[in-house]
């Protein structure tokens, strides 16, 4: 098992036990999702007040929710188009939420740069989920880069909880933009393959 | 020939660290958050100009430590 392998593996203990209390208590996993977005609205308030450990707190409670709302939907069979659409759109809400509490921040503290480089990793998170929707519309999938949602989250966390934000935001940012880049040339590669001689 | 056999070795792992589709709990995706963790604590805060983090960080401390 790898190392990553090794954290989710104990990481699952708890989370078990709250799929399975939600299951008893028949929440629906469309309000588990919600739950989990005005929890990040208020790790949103944290950052932009400049309270980093409890804003990392708060996104750890909030992403329980984020995580076990799936889980929840497929064990009361409760599965459906909207609610993956619902969970989609949640999630856009959420990340931005966390981004525009940065961008607050920053502003507040006077700095432009740290307002560019916050706007800069914000817009290509969303272009990540973005240009991975679109691409499945016409190919059958586009899971390639690295920053994806889970990666995002994990490093906001850890930006937190050790007062590394500035660090974690270049991180974000850059390889977002790879992930962005990653993911027009994968479809335009499928695409030109799909449909040979002709421009993609 | 794939394209990543046309390059050389450092540029095959460059390439294959930019355009990822390695899937996660492998080695390659253990190694990137690996580098991924060490910038982001060995970085001394004042040289991104951190607005927020207090202290050195670890490369910083060592600077001063050896310095």
Redesign the interface.
């Known amino acids: ?5 090794a954290i ?1 593996a104990v990481c699952m203990f708890p989370l078990r036990a709250l799929i399975a209390l939600s299951v008893v208590l028949r929440v629906h996993p469309n309000v588990l999702t919600l739950i989990g977005v005005l929890i990040n609205v208020l790790a949103a308030w944290a950052l932009a007040v ?1 309270r ?1 450990t409890l804003a990392g707190g708060i996104m750890i409670v909030a992403n329980i929710f984020d995580f076990i709302d799936g889980k929840v939907a497929e064990r009361r069979q409760l599965g459906s188009d909207f609610g993956g659409f619902w969970d989609s759109v949640m999630d856009r809400f959420s990340d931005i939420s966390l981004f525009i509490g940065l961008i607050y ?2 502003a507040q ?1 006077g ?1 432009t ?2 307002v560019v480089i916050t706007a800069l990793a914000m817009m290509f998170s969303v272009l990540t989920s973005y240009t991975r929707a679109r691409a499945e519309s016409m190919i059958e999938k586009c899971k ?3 920053m994806e949602r ?1 990666e995002r989250i994990v ?1 906001f966390m ?2 937190a909880f ?7 935001l ?2 974000i940012g850059v ?1 977002s933009i ?2 962005v880049a ?1 993911r027009i ?2 479809t335009w590669r499928e695409l030109s393959r799909a449909q040979p001689g002709t421009p993609a | 020939m794939t394209l990543s056999r046309q390059l050389a070795l450092p540029l095959v792992v460059l390439w294959n660290a930019l355009f990822w589709t390695y899937d996660r709990a492998t080695w390659q995706y253990d190694l990137m958050v690996i580098a991924i963790l060490a910038f982001v604590w060995l970085t001394p805060p004042a040289w991104l100009g951190d607005p927020m983090a207090a202290g050195p960080g670890l490369l910083g401390w060592l600077d001063a430590l050896l310095g």
């Open positions: 098992m790898t190392f990553t392998g989710g400049g980093f921040l920053y503290l700095r740069d740290y390639v880069g690295f889970p490093l850890i930006g050790t007062n590394r934000m500035a660090a974690v270049w991180v390889l790879v992930t990653d040339f994968y």
